[in-house]
């Protein structure tokens, strides 16, 4: 992999991982599905802005627009209504490890939907990121008791949002759609596909928004989606979708940094072999690519 497409997709890991840990505070202000519709509303307008801005808001043909519409339906709409039903059955650290299977789905649908080779060093990593996350997420006492259902959902989680990150904006991409244009195609399908979903989740989830809250959101929407998909974007630009995707793992290494940095938190020996596997994945894409 190129240095380039490296730094871009730590930067995009790196601000995703903003967005991660904002969410944790804003949850408490904000109903889960009202964070979800106003996240990525917000997100649209960024995008908009920043296309518009950077004179990249043009759709060349309608393929690389379904493509968009697709991964934005598929990671923010559906990734985000599984993940929803996973926390409501599942223990909150079963729920994010499972989710973060991501990479490992990432890289096996782009060998299998893109026809990219499968590289030794990419399944490595991936593999790498997802033990590394079984040791940094950590379980909390007085959790529920795990049930299959809500591993199942959260499973279903990463892979939807391995798939999404890799195959339809990777097709998008390289069918001409600038990743201005893909983002705002793919947060507008998110917020109109959460808000379909209001009839089915708002008996469920009472509606709770507190002014103060939506400060958090935009954090995580505009800092943590926005920006983090673009550079993700630009960094699948440079590089095949197999190799990058095991970068992706690197979020919850930078949630762990920044728990540190402004929670106050202090890790634990079984935190820091999973940053020590984390760096080894990520230093075997780099050379082993």
């Not at 490890?97 to 991501?102: D, H, K």
């Not at 096996?108 to 990121?129: D, H, I, Q, Y």
């Not at 990463?158 to 069918?175: F, H, N, Q, S, Y």
């Not at 634990?268 to 080894?280: C, E």
Request: charged share 10%; hydrophobic share 60%; proline share 5%.
């Amino acid at each position: 992999m190129s240095s380039e497409a490296l730094i871009l997709a730590l930067a995009a890991s790196a601000a995703w991982g903003i967005g991660m840990t904002a969410a944790a505070p804003a949850i408490r202000y904000v109903d889960r599905l009202t964070y979800l519709i106003v996240r990525w509303g917000l997100v649209a307008v960024f995008a908009f802005a920043f296309a518009l801005a950077t004179r990249q808001l043009a759709v060349p043909t309608l393929e690389p627009a379904i493509w968009a519409v697709v991964a934005g339906l598929v990671d923010a709409t559906a990734g985000g209504f599984f993940y929803l039903l996973a926390l409501e059955r599942a223990s909150t650290y079963q729920v994010t490890t499972l989710s973060n299977t991501a990479p490992l789905w990432g890289v096996f649908g782009a060998v299998l939907l893109l026809g990219e080779p499968l590289r030794w060093s990419a399944a490595a990593a991936a593999g790498l990121v997802i033990l590394g996350s079984c040791f940094l997420v950590q379980r909390v006492e007085g959790e529920k008791r795990h049930r299959v259902t809500g591993a199942l959902f959260a499973l279903l989680t990463g892979i939807l949002w391995g798939v999404a990150e890799t195959v339809p904006a990777k097709l998008a991409l390289d069918r001409g759609l600038s990743p201005g244009t893909l983002l705002f195609l793919f947060a507008c399908a998110g917020c109109v596909g959460a808000a379909a979903l209001l009839p089915f989740l708002r008996p469920r989830i009472p509606v709770r928004a507190e002014a103060r809250g939506y400060l958090l959101v935009a954090l995580s929407g505009v800092v943590g989606a926005g920006v983090g998909w673009l550079l993700w974007l630009f960094s699948l630009e440079r590089a095949p979708a197999s190799v990058v995707a095991p970068v992706r793992g690197a979020t919850l290494l930078f949630c762990l940094l920044y728990s540190v940095v402004f929670l106050r938190e202090r890790p634990s020996p079984r935190s820091l072999v999973g940053v020590a596997l984390a760096v080894g994945a990520l230093l075997l894409v780099f050379f082993g690519s």
